[in-house]
């Protein structure tokens, strides 16, 4: 059983798949206290002690406002400590699984489902910090695992982190019975976390290179959000809560939606995502919503 370093462990993703995986894989999960990943000497002194064989980097400021407004404190989190951390796991010669995001598209003109090969021009702050930290994990380790994961979901549980995503805000717009906007400009995969969690130790043993991650969606985000408002049966009328923003991404359609041919094949049929509503489908019944 190889020792897996989990970074991020107390974030959205990570607790998950510490709750999930923590019975059944050697899993090291350190606070920030024991393991800085913006301090070189820091990542050393954790490598040497504990010698792990995988390591799962998932810490980041992924809050794509707060990297807007603060643009240094998240290029140290976002880029700094992916280079720092490659360069440690390449040295260990350890695995490194390096979480990315969908948002590395969020520039391209491009209609349909995007693939892990068109030409990159990401505008947001969040966006950009992603893609150079791509960058650089390719260059310092060739060997690693990169993966452009797409929004994920889940419902407030106790003990894990949650944060206000899809199913989260329509929940709570529904118990308040107040409207809530999704712009109709936008297309992307919206992902159950709890598949991508239990998919995850497939991406161990993938070939090095880039794969989307998440569920593939046809749908823009404001025909999404009225399909999982209708799934409900909450007896409302969706044009109640669910409203179209007809406004935001006025230059361009905002398309993030991805493909998962390519992870799919590399992984032999293994890595097989729902697709949006499907998986929205089974995380109703699954918490009875």
């Known amino acids: 059983m190889k020792t897996i370093l989990v ?9 998950r798949f510490v709750q999930r995986w923590g019975g059944a894989l050697r899993i090291l999960a350190p606070t920030h206290s024991e393991l800085d990943i913006t301090d070189e000497a820091s990542i050393s002194r954790y490598f040497a002690d504990n010698r792990p ?6 810490a980041a400021i992924s809050n794509t406002m707060q ?102 805000r329509i929940l709570d717009a529904i118990a308040k019975r107040e409207k809530i906007y999704f712009p109709v400009r936008e ?8 598949e991508a969690v239990e998919l995850l130790p497939y991406t161990f ?14 749908l823009n985000t404001y025909e999404t959000a009225c399909c999982f408002f209708e799934m409900l ?6 044009d ?12 361009h359609e905002r398309n993030i939606a991805i493909s998962n041919a390519k992870i799919f094949r590399a992984s032999g049929g293994c890595i097989c995502f729902c697709d949006t509503l499907a998986g929205l489908r089974i995380f109703i019944d699954r918490f009875s919503l």
């Open 7 to 15: 970074t991020g462990a107390s974030g959205f993703v990570g607790s």
């Open 53 to 58: 064989e995988i390591v799962l980097h998932m």
């Open 67 to 168: 990297c807007e407004q603060f643009p240094q404190e998240s290029y140290k989190v976002n880029v700094v400590g992916a280079k720092n951390m490659a360069h440690a796991t390449a040295a260990s010669k350890a695995r490194f699984i390096y979480f990315s995001s969908e948002q590395v598209y969020n520039g391209n003109r491009e209609s349909g489902a995007m693939n892990e090969d068109v030409a990159l021009s990401p505008e947001s702050t969040y966006a950009c910090q992603k893609l150079e930290a791509e960058q650089l994990v390719q260059e310092l380790c060739p060997d690693a695992v990169i993966l452009r994961v797409t929004w994920m979901y889940d419902i407030a549980q106790t003990g894990l982190s949650t944060h206000a995503n899809f199913v989260v």
């Open 187 to 194: 297309f992307r995969g919206i992902t159950n976390v709890h």
């Open 205 to 218: 043993e993938l070939p090095a290179g880039i794969y989307n991650y998440g569920a593939e969606n046809s």
């Open 233 to 238: 049966n909450t007896g409302l009328k969706c």
């Open 240 to 251: 109640d809560i669910i409203a179209p923003d007809v406004e935001r991404y006025p230059e």
